[in-house]
Each structure stands twice: as structure tokens, then as C-alpha cells.
Nanobody, 123 residues
Framework: QLQASGGGLVQAGDSLRLSCAPA????????IGWFRQAPGKEREWVAH????????YYADSVKGRFTTSRDNAKNTVYLQMNSLKPEDAAVYYC??????????????????WGQGTQVTVSS
């Protein structure tokens, strides 16, 4: 399972960097996706980084504020979150993508979900 870490309590406008490990490229894992789930809401796709070519994709709600990256030597993928807003508060998860590129935003195309890390943003 992948484990997301680095969450915490911050104020609106602050930054946080989440980590996801162990993130390793295999024949069945095409990339790493980040999702979040707020209380009472469905799991929402946030970002994705592709193993092949390092291509990155973002949800419109976080585009320009969040950046995902990888450190192959550390088997870790990061989610840098800047200019955090109260609506970004959620449990954040990372998972291995097992489907085609067209499904990067679809939770059911992912596997190896961990427990997630809580991000709380105060206004």
C-alpha cells in the first residue's frame, strides 16, 4: 500500500507538502494519483503524475496552486500545496494508477490505497 503523509493544520494561504511512498514504477503501475475526501463528500481527484514522461495533470480546482513531483531515488511522490483554502481541507490519499490515461481522474482505476493524511485549513 502507498502511504500519504505530511498533513496538518494550517491557515488559509499557507503551504504544505505531502509525501507518498513507496512510489515505484512497475509494469502495472502507470503513475501516481492524488485524491482527497472531505466529510460527507465523494472522493475527489486532485492530481496525477505519469511514470512515463513525467506528465502531470491537475483538477481545475487546484491548478496553479498544487504541484506534484517525484523523487525516483527516494521512491517518493510529492504534492506541494500552496495558497491553501478552507475548501482544500480533506483527507488526502495517493494510489497507484492501473488504467489507461483517460482514467487518471477515476478512483476505480487506482489501487494500493493507504490510510491518507488529514489536511485542515483554518480561515
Amino acid at each position: 500500500q502507498l502511504q500519504a503523509s505530511g498533513g496538518g493544520l494550517v491557515q488559509a494561504g499557507d503551504s504544505l507538502r505531502l509525501s507518498c511512498a513507496p512510489a515505484q514504477r512497475t509494469s502495472s503501475n502507470h503513475g501516481i494519483g492524488w485524491f482527497r475526501q472531505a466529510p460527507g463528500k465523494e472522493r475527489e481527484w486532485v492530481a496525477h503524475i505519469r511514470w512515463s514522461g513525467g506528465y502531470k495533470y491537475y483538477a481545475d480546482s487546484v491548478k496553479g496552486r498544487f504541484t506534484t513531483s517525484r523523487d525516483n531515488a527516494k521512491n517518493t511522490v510529492y504534492l506541494q500545496m500552496n495558497s491553501l483554502k478552507p475548501e482544500d481541507a480533506a483527507v488526502y490519499y495517493c494510489a497507484n494508477h492501473r488504467g489507461p490515461l483517460s482514467t487518471v481522474g477515476v478512483a476505480t482505476s487506482y489501487a494500493d490505497w493507504g490510510q491518507g493524511t488529514q489536511v485542515t485549513v483554518s480561515s
